[in-house]
């Protein structure tokens, strides 16, 4: 498998602009997570899904913010409008949680989002 | 809730130098307990993890951790660092039972001289 696989690797925009990040899981996990690094905060779960469906989008910062799932082979975490406070690199993993000590989280590589 | 916490933002070592890196965390009962290795430009990968069993952990790349029940740690050592091991690290805990969907600490970097 190659692994978790994100895009764009950078994006950089301008305030006010939708940004869309996507991901494809690994197949045959069944949790996707989204998180964002940043230097001031670390690293922040916004939102993870068990099979396609949002369990937890506590994490999300605001109603800008929002996250599909659409199949189990694909992701997307919109920002509209975007602003300069969210750049940072936004993370997608992906898991199978299958009751045994084998759990363990996959990470993409990452989008470098910023916005200008 | 659980919380992690890394109290080093960054350490130095030269090459061959031993190395710990420091991690507490807080939770009611024993947790699962991980270090996460992100070099630069790249996600996060499992070092190792512990979820009951021999307190004493040996992962990938020649980590070790420790759990300690009562200091509330799993600090993680290397007796011989290599230029190579320069990165951002991270430990984090879950929930034993529930999600376990894990909360990260701040991260370490890790600085390796020559």
């Known amino acids: 498998d190659a692994g978790v696989i994100q895009s764009p690797r950078h994006e950089v925009t301008e305030m006010g602009q939708e940004v869309t990040l996507r991901c494809k899981p690994i197949?045959?996990?069944?949790?996707l997570f989204w998180y964002r690094q940043t230097m001031m905060r670390g690293l922040e779960l916004l939102i993870y899904f068990n099979n396609n469906v949002p369990i937890d989008d506590s994490g999300m910062p605001e109603d800008r913010f929002s996250a599909k799932m659409p199949n189990a082979s694909f992701s997307t975490l919109k920002i509209q409008p975007s602003e300069p406070r969210d750049s940072a690199v936004y993370f997608c993993a992906s898991s199978l949680m299958d009751g045994t000590e084998n759990e363990k989280l996959f990470f993409g590589s990452g989008t470098q989002l910023s916005v200008l | 809730a659980q919380s992690v916490t890394q109290p080093d933002i960054h350490i130095t070592v030269s090459e061959g130098a031993s190395l710990e890196l420091r991690c507490n965390y807080s939770?009611?009962?024993?947790?699962?307990l991980f270090w996460y290795v992100q070099s630069p430009g790249q996600g996060l990968q499992l070092l190792l993890k512990?979820?009951?069993?021999?307190?004493l952990v040996q992962g990938i790349k020649g980590f070790e951790a420790e759990f300690k029940r009562s200091q509330s740690s799993f600090n993680l050592r290397k007796p011989s660092v290599h230029w190579s091991d320069a990165a951002e690290y991270f430990c984090?805990?879950?929930?034993?039972?529930?999600?376990?969907?894990?909360?990260f600490g701040r991260g370490t970097s890790l600085i390796v001289h020559p």
């Open positions: 197949s045959g996990h069944d949790y």
């Open positions: 984090a805990v879950g929930e034993p039972g529930g999600s376990y969907i894990p909360t």
């Open positions: 512990y979820f009951s069993g021999d307190t």
């Open positions: 939770y009611g009962a024993t947790p699962y």
